[in-house]
T-cell receptor, first 111, second 112 residues
Framework: DAKTTQPPSMDCAEGRAANLPCNHS???????VYWYRQIHSQGPQYIIH???NNETNEMASLIITEDRKSSTLILPHATLRDTAVYYC????????????FGKGTRLHILP | EAQVTQNPRYLITVTGKKLTVTCSQN?????MSWYRQDPGLGLRQIYY???????DKGDVPEGYKVSRKEKRNFPLILESPSPNQTSLYFC???????????FGPGTRLTVL
């Protein structure tokens, strides 16, 4: 079973910030939070990851709560091209471990 | 250009006819994996490999085989395909240091 819970769908107005939540209440101390997105049936695209500190890159920001039980992916200025399914997963690194994706959040950007 | 390539991209076959889907990456990644994606079920990992000659089962390994004889290649083998293996398949690779997986373009397989 997936170790994360996400809302099945969300809407966001174009130009506004899209805030996508993820619950990972059973996360272990050595598990990182990763976000990916998938546009139509293309291969998923890596967005960002973090352990406990907030992270930012050219695509998005990742806010992880202090207890690490949830996180939020922020797309600061959503465009129509951000319409996709967004997946939040947790995984360890430097270690043999399988990866489990959940069903993700389908984000609709409204013009 | 850094990429993961899969071949073929589309395949229609019949039950029981052995097939191989190839996957190759040019980024010197240690970790490689195969996923299948089905409507309503999301992405499910089939097999993964931490490095050459090291493979392990993911969530749905039944009916599949893999091998990792070279670092860059990770073929997916269906010895006796069945209709329930009709799916969209993705290969992915990453460093074990965790910079995020890089996915291939997908292979759409139909088993009649």
């Amino acid at each position: 079973d997936a170790k994360t819970t996400q809302p099945p769908s969300m809407d966001c107005a174009e130009g506004r910030a899209a805030n996508l939540p993820c619950n990972h209440s059973t996360i272990s101390g050595n598990e990182y939070v990763y976000w990916y997105r998938q546009i139509h049936s293309q291969g998923p695209q890596y967005i960002i990851h973090g352990l406990k500190n907030n992270e930012t890159n050219e695509m998005a920001s990742l806010i992880i709560t202090e207890d690490r039980k949830s996180s939020t992916l922020i797309l600061p200025h959503a465009t129509l091209r951000d319409t996709a399914v967004y997946y939040c997963i947790v995984r360890v690194i430097f270690r043999d471990d399988k990866i489990i994706f959940g069903k993700g959040t389908r984000l609709h950007i409204l013009p | 250009e850094a990429q993961v390539t899969q071949n073929p991209r589309y395949l229609i076959t019949v039950t029981g006819k052995k097939l191989t889907v190839t996957c190759s990456q040019n980024m010197n990644h240690e970790y490689m994996s195969w996923y299948r994606q089905d409507p309503g079920l999301g992405l499910r990992q089939i097999y993964y490999s931490m490095n050459v000659e090291v493979t392990d089962k993911g969530d749905v390994p039944e009916g599949y085989k893999v091998s990792r004889k070279e670092k860059r290649n990770f073929p997916l083998i269906l010895e006796s395909p069945s209709p329930n293996q009709t799916s969209l398949y993705f290969c992915a690779s990453s460093y074990t240091s965790g910079r995020g997986e890089f996915f291939g373009p997908g292979t759409r397989l139909t088993v009649l």
